[in-house]
């Protein structure tokens, strides 16, 4: 054998003993993280589930135990934004109402590490409906209040901005109904890290404290296999749930199909009438075993909201974030869906807004709104561009739309071009036959918006209409609420580079929020104003622009 041939000989067996030492090393340190069922676990038989005991390989740079390699493979759904429509083709406007937060939580979590967010991270209108308004409750037999208002646009000042906001009744804690909730974690290696699996303890504590004798929880935990780590349990026996969510330990692969099949059984096996069902899917998203196509998993959540068991989903952690399929599942499952990124966003979304987290007071609720072509040139939503409806959609009651909790604010904004602006509206060829339809009421409306919501528990839809004049108001006089929600949407809008944010900055959107933070008890308006400053510092697109 010549000197060549045994030099690489030696290298192919020296390499072949360090992948061997690797693999061994891997292995030791992957067991060291694999999950220990607690003394109560029961493990459920599902559709040829691993062994109790055993897990499921892990993908290399997918599951995050130890020796795994960083990768990131977060995913986010593509956001086209909505352009400016004019009412002579498109008169009518159709969304669902959307209460989630999520994308607020996520793009802080971005700005705190000194990170510009993904622009498909940003969801415009979960920026808005973060926060609070000054509105007022309902007083009638309706679930929620309305409030409508017209002012200039801060971003150019040809267009005005249109402001509807929805405020569901709040409920005191003592007329809460019943809950009999199912815990669905995902404890799989990939949710071995603090801001995931010890952080979802923390979180689940917090709100566990909040229940008593009248509620019921069950944890379910899913990795190679889904299981039983406690069944259903009164809610004022809170030692031992506490001690079951402290036991819970991460590794092995995400079989999160079979984990939403079990809960949902588990939560059907308990069902209250006219009590609170619901899953609660905490995970960082991933769904690598079992059913894990996003279609097959939609499919059932629909099913089993028919049946009165709603889903809703906290997300934790990074680099592994699946953010557009539990978005989806929420979405399907009639719940809401929320990002913890720390211990004061759990406690927001577990207690201080159980109610709306928890509690639905109106559901398949939509918007339509009509523009009067008189008056608006063009229009354009800001934000829910996965909540648009068809048109036809609106009186449709098969149609599944958004849902709306106790105490939640939900926030629109359009942007309306008026006749007589200079800003050209894409359209089509003057038609060669049309019908002139006569406004009702007066022909100084801007617009007619109608709203539609079912009960709870109803498959009949109610019906509220309300118009607005075209009357304008100058910013400056324009309300808090206007005011502040306009800087949020504008935030939103730099942070996407939008094509549409017209002459907004970064200095712009502090200077609106700053003069409409109004009272701050909680200090979330403090810190958008802090978040603003620190994407001002970390945006490079364009650092010398005026105003930045």
Same mark, same amino acid.
């Given at each position: 054998?010549?000197?060549?041939?045994?030099?690489?000989?030696?290298?192919?067996?020296? +390499?072949?003993?360090?992948?061997?030492?690797?693999?061994?090393?891997?292995?030791?340190?992957?067991?060291?993280?694999?999950? +220990?069922?607690?003394?109560?676990?029961?493990?459920?038989?599902?559709?040829?589930?691993?062994?109790? $005991?055993?897990?499921?390989?892990?993908?290399? *740079?997918? %599951?995050?135990?130890?020796?795994?390699?960083?990768?990131?493979?977060?995913?986010?759904?593509?956001?086209?934004?909505?352009?400016?429509?004019?009412?002579?083709?498109?008169?009518?406007?159709?969304?669902?109402?959307?209460?989630?937060?999520?994308?607020?939580?996520?793009?802080?979590?971005?700005?705190?590490?000194?990170?510009?967010?993904?622009?498909?991270?940003?969801?415009?209108?979960?920026?808005?409906?973060?926060?609070?308004?000054?509105?007022?409750?309902?007083? *009638?037999? %309706?679930?929620?209040?309305?409030?409508?208002?017209?002012?200039?646009?801060?971003?150019?000042?040809?267009?005005?901005?249109?402001?509807?906001?929805?405020?569901?009744?709040?409920?005191?804690?003592?007329?809460?109904?019943?809950?009999?909730?199912?815990?669905?974690?995902?404890?799989? $290696?990939?949710? /071995?890290?603090?801001?995931?699996?010890?952080?979802?303890?923390?979180?689940?504590?917090?709100?566990?404290?909040?229940?008593?004798?009248?509620?019921?929880?069950?944890?379910?935990?899913?990795? $190679?296999?889904?299981?039983?780590?406690?069944?259903? &349990?009164?809610?004022? =026996?809170?030692?031992?749930?506490?001690?079951?969510?402290?036991?819970?330990?991460?590794?092995?692969?995400?079989?999160?199909?079979?984990?939403?099949?079990?809960?949902?059984?588990?939560?059907?096996?308990?069902?209250?009438?006219?009590?609170?069902?619901?899953?609660?899917?905490?995970?960082?998203? /991933?769904?690598?075993?079992?059913?894990?196509?996003?279609?097959?998993? #939609?499919?059932?959540?629909?099913?089993?909201?028919?049946?009165?068991?709603?889903?809703? #989903?906290?997300?934790?952690? &990074?680099?592994?974030? =699946?953010?557009?399929?539990?978005?989806?599942?929420?979405?399907?499952?009639?719940?809401?869906?929320?990002? @913890? /990124?720390?211990?004061?966003?759990?406690?927001?979304?577990?207690?201080?807004?159980?109610?709306?987290?928890?509690?639905? @007071?109106?559901?398949?609720?939509?918007? =339509?709104?009509?523009?009067?072509?008189?008056?608006?040139?063009?229009?354009?939503? @800001?934000?829910?561009?996965?909540?648009?409806?068809?048109?036809?959609?609106?009186? /449709?009651?098969?149609?599944?739309? $958004?849902?709306?909790?106790?105490?939640?604010?939900?926030?629109? @904004?359009?942007?309306? #071009?008026?006749?007589?602006?200079?800003?050209?509206?894409?359209?089509?060829?003057?038609?060669?036959?049309?019908?002139?339809?006569?406004? %009702?009421?007066?022909?100084?409306?801007?617009?007619?918006?109608?709203?539609?919501?079912?009960?709870?528990?109803?498959?009949?839809?109610?019906?509220?209409?309300?118009?607005?004049?075209?009357?304008?108001?100058?910013?400056?006089? &324009?309300?808090?609420?206007?005011?502040?929600?306009?800087?949020?949407?504008?935030?939103?809008?730099?942070?996407?580079?939008?094509?549409?944010?017209?002459?907004? &900055?970064?200095?712009?959107?502090?200077?609106?929020?700053?003069?409409?933070?109004?009272?701050?008890?909680?200090?979330?308006?403090?810190?958008?104003? =802090?978040?603003?400053?620190?994407?001002?510092?970390?945006?490079?697109?364009?650092?010398?622009?005026?105003?930045?």
């Amino acid at each position: 054998m010549s000197r060549k041939q045994l030099a690489l000989s030696s290298s192919f067996v020296l +390499a072949l003993l360090v992948l061997l030492s690797a693999c061994q090393n891997r292995q030791v340190g992957y067991a060291e993280h694999q999950y +220990a069922p607690a003394p109560r676990m029961v493990m459920k038989d599902m559709e040829a589930p691993l062994p109790a $005991g055993e897990m499921a390989e892990p993908m290399p *740079g997918m %599951d995050a135990g130890e020796g795994a390699e960083d990768f990131n493979r977060e995913e986010y759904d593509r956001i086209y934004e909505n352009a400016f429509l004019s009412p002579k083709v498109n008169p009518l406007s159709t969304f669902a109402i959307d209460v989630d937060a999520a994308s607020y939580a996520n793009v802080r979590r971005f700005l705190n590490e000194s990170r510009m967010p993904y622009p498909d991270a940003v969801r415009i209108e979960e920026m808005i409906n973060y926060f609070d308004y000054d509105y007022p409750q309902p007083e *009638g037999s %309706d679930p929620f209040s309305i409030t409508t208002e017209l002012g200039v646009c801060p971003w150019n000042q040809e267009h005005y901005l249109v402001h509807i906001g929805l405020q569901g009744k709040d409920l005191p804690a003592a007329d809460l109904p019943p809950s009999n909730l199912v815990f669905l974690f995902d404890v799989s $290696g990939s949710m /071995d890290d603090p801001n995931k699996l010890p952080l979802l303890k923390s979180a689940f504590r917090l709100l566990v404290e909040q229940l008593d004798e009248k509620d019921r929880v069950a944890i379910v935990v899913y990795a $190679g296999a889904a299981g039983v780590v406690l069944p259903s &349990t009164r809610g004022d =026996q809170q030692a031992e749930i506490l001690a079951a969510l402290e036991d819970l330990s991460a590794g092995g692969s995400t079989a999160g199909g079979e984990g939403i099949q079990l809960a949902y059984k588990i939560a059907q096996e308990h069902f209250i009438p006219d009590g609170n069902n619901r899953i609660i899917l905490a995970t960082d998203g /991933d769904f690598n075993v079992g059913p894990s196509s996003q279609g097959e998993l #939609v499919r059932m959540i629909e099913e089993k909201r028919e049946e009165g068991v709603f889903l809703s #989903v906290l997300g934790f952690g &990074t680099g592994n974030y =699946q953010d557009s399929k539990m978005e989806q599942l929420s979405n399907k499952g009639n719940g809401n869906y929320a990002y @913890i /990124d720390n211990i004061l966003e759990a406690k927001k979304v577990l207690v201080s807004e159980m109610g709306g987290t928890l509690f639905t @007071i109106a559901k398949d609720v939509k918007i =339509q709104v009509e523009f009067n072509p008189a008056i608006v040139k063009g229009y354009r939503l @800001i934000g829910y561009e996965n909540r648009l409806l068809a048109a036809e959609d609106f009186n /449709d009651d098969t149609k599944d739309a $958004g849902e709306l909790g106790a105490g939640h604010s939900v926030t629109a @904004i359009y942007e309306v #071009v008026p006749v007589g602006a200079s800003t050209k509206i894409r359209g089509i060829d003057s038609l060669k036959f049309s019908v002139t339809v006569p406004v %009702d009421g007066s022909q100084q409306d801007l617009l007619f918006v109608k709203f539609r919501y079912k009960d709870p528990d109803g498959d009949v839809s109610k019906l509220i209409e309300q118009s607005l004049a075209a009357t304008v108001t100058p910013l400056v006089r &324009t309300s808090d609420n206007f005011r502040f929600s306009a800087a949020v949407a504008a935030f939103g809008m730099l942070l996407r580079n939008s094509d549409y944010k017209g002459e907004s &900055t970064y200095a712009m959107v502090k200077e609106l929020a700053t003069n409409a933070k109004g009272d701050d008890p909680n200090g979330y308006r403090s810190e958008f104003l =802090q978040l603003v400053e620190k994407a001002s510092l970390l945006d490079d697109r364009d650092l010398n622009a005026e105003g930045k």
